[in-house]
C-alpha cells in the first residue's frame, strides 16, 4: 500500500468519475466504495437496501429541516421514531458508515456528500472530475448507453440532483473549485490520466506535509 490518503470524489454525471475512483483504487491497491456503500449501511443498520438506494444522493423533500450533523438521535435505526424525514435519516446512517469505513484506513469514496462527511478527519483528500457536455454526452451514449436524444438531459438532471443533494446536507458548494483539493477535467486527461494525476498529487501532498512517503 503506497498512501494512507482517503480520496473523495465528486463529479458531473458522465465525467467518468466513478471509472477514475475505481482505477485509482485499483492503482493503489485500497478499498473502494460507491453503491457498495448502500449495501453496507443497509447492513450497520439492518434496514432494506431498497430504501437506501430510492434515496441515494437525494436530497429530503422538506424544506422544514436544516441538518446539523450528530444533532438528530436515532433509535436503533428504527425509522419513525423521530420527526426527522426519512432521508434525512438515512443520511445520517450512511454518514456513519462513511466514518467508520475511513477511519479503517486509506480507501476511495465516490460523491455521497463524503468530503463534508470528513472534513475533521485527518489525510483526506476531496477530488471533482468533471468534463465538457459534450464529452459527457458522448460518454453517456457511448458508456452508459443511454439514448443519444435523452443523454444531455440526463446528464443536466443528474448533475441537478447532485447539487441539490450536497448544497441540502452541506455548508458548501458542489462543483465550485475552493469545496475541493484537486479538480480534473477527464475530457482532457481520460480515465487513466487522472487517476495517475492524483496519485501524484497525493505523492506531491505527503511530502509537502513532511510525512513519509
Not at 98 to 126: F, H, M, W
Not at 206 to 212: C, F
Request: aromatic fraction near 8%; charged fraction near 25%.
Amino acid at each position: 500500500m503506497s498512501t494512507e490518503t482517503v480520496f473523495t470524489i465528486g463529479r458531473q454525471f458522465g465525467s467518468g468519475g466513478r471509472k477514475v475512483g475505481k482505477t485509482l483504487a485499483e492503482k493503489l491497491g485500497i478499498p473502494f466504495y460507491d453503491k457498495e456503500l448502500i449495501a453496507i449501511s443497509a447492513r450497520d443498520s439492518g434496514l432494506s437496501e431498497e430504501l437506501f438506494a430510492n434515496a441515494d444522493e437525494k436530497a429530503t423533500s422538506s424544506i422544514f429541516y436544516s441538518l446539523v450533523m450528530g444533532n438528530y438521535p436515532m433509535a436503533s435505526g428504527a425509522l419513525g421514531v423521530t420527526e426527522m424525514p426519512l432521508n434525512d435519516q438515512l443520511f445520517l446512517i450512511q454518514s456513519k458508515t462513511i466514518k467508520r469505513l475511513a477511519s479503517l484506513g486509506p480507501c476511495v469514496i465516490v460523491g455521497r456528500c463524503a468530503d463534508y462527511i470528513l472534513r475533521e478527519q485527518e489525510n483526506v483528500t476531496n477530488i471533482f472530475i468533471h468534463a465538457k457536455l459534450a464529452d459527457r454526452v458522448k460518454r453517456a451514449i457511448d458508456v452508459y448507453g443511454i439514448a443519444a436524444g435523452k443523454a444531455e438531459d440526463v446528464c443536466l438532471k443528474t448533475d441537478k440532483q447532485r447539487a441539490n443533494f450536497y448544497n441540502y446536507y452541506s455548508d458548501r458548494k458542489w462543483g465550485m473549485c475552493r469545496t475541493y483539493d484537486l479538480s480534473l477535467d477527464s475530457g482532457m486527461l481520460g480515465i487513466e490520466g487522472c487517476a495517475d494525476l492524483i496519485i501524484h498529487f497525493d505523492k506531491l501532498s505527503t511530502a509537502h506535509k513532511g510525512l513519509p512517503i
